[in-house]
């Protein structure tokens, strides 16, 4: 049985600086818990999206009635991939989410459509949907409960770590397209892919701090990663977009 919730969302901004903001989310104070980011790739495909694979590494606190089952390093941190589809003709944005480490015990998997709301072009509506599970024999309903509680409330801090970061970036005057050749920023995704890869310095870097023991561990989970996605890079658009439906 796998526990489903939807929900959305509404951010009074535009749909370019929301596709602009998604990538300098971290570090932000509501996002203490992100302890590292990697990307595994980033490419512009023939027909003009930008896709993403970025490797995350999390703070993830069990409940103490678990931890007695989990490996100590397992019961505090997970990793989680990342990946997301900009399509600038359709202009949305559309990102999945799953966790790769002790995942038999319960596996989160995450989809949100980006997209400009109908009724106001200036805003950018989300849809979110999760999918929580456990196969673990006797507690799986339990487990279930606790990750879709844990869920909703990563919801609440991810929405306001978003509206934290376009505020500083409204204040620092990137809040505006950034001037490039053909139009808005998100129309030549080229352009936005070099944005994303170079940083402004003032919002920071978006490296997140963490103990040597995650990098290391980060970097092997990275080449795995890269060692398996290699040979799918072509497909990988339609395989991300079918592998939670």
Wanted: net charge positive.
């Amino acid at each position: 049985m796998v526990k489903y919730f939807c929900c959305a969302g509404l951010l009074k901004n535009t749909w370019d600086q929301v596709c602009v903001a998604y990538w300098q989310r971290y570090p932000n104070p509501y996002s203490n818990h992100v302890l590292t980011e990697d990307i595994v790739f980033r490419e512009v495909t023939p027909t003009n999206c930008l896709i993403s694979r970025r490797l995350l590494t999390k703070t993830s606190r069990a409940p103490r009635w678990m931890e007695r089952y989990l490996p100590k390093h397992m019961a505090s941190s997970a990793y989680i991939i990342e990946d997301s589809i900009v399509d600038p003709q359709k202009r949305t944005m559309t990102t999945l989410t799953w966790n790769i480490s002790h995942a038999r015990l319960m596996s989160v998997e995450e989809r949100c459509e980006y997209r400009i709301n109908p009724e106001n072009g200036s805003w950018t509506e989300i849809k979110r949907e999760a999918w929580i599970s456990s196969n673990v024999y006797g507690l799986s309903r339990a487990i279930q409960e606790f990750g879709l509680a844990r869920f909703k409330t990563s919801v609440t801090k991810t929405m306001k770590g978003f509206e934290y970061v376009l505020a500083k970036m409204q204040a620092l005057g990137y809040d505006k397209p950034v001037p490039v050749t053909g139009g808005h920023l998100c129309e030549d995704t080229s352009q936005l892919k070099w944005w994303v890869d170079h940083k402004r310095p003032e919002l920071g870097s978006g490296a997140c701090s963490s103990l040597p023991a995650h990098v290391t561990l980060s970097i092997l989970y990275l080449c795995i990663i890269s060692v398996f996605t290699r040979d799918l890079r072509e497909e990988w658009p339609s395989v991300a977009l079918s592998a939670i439906k």
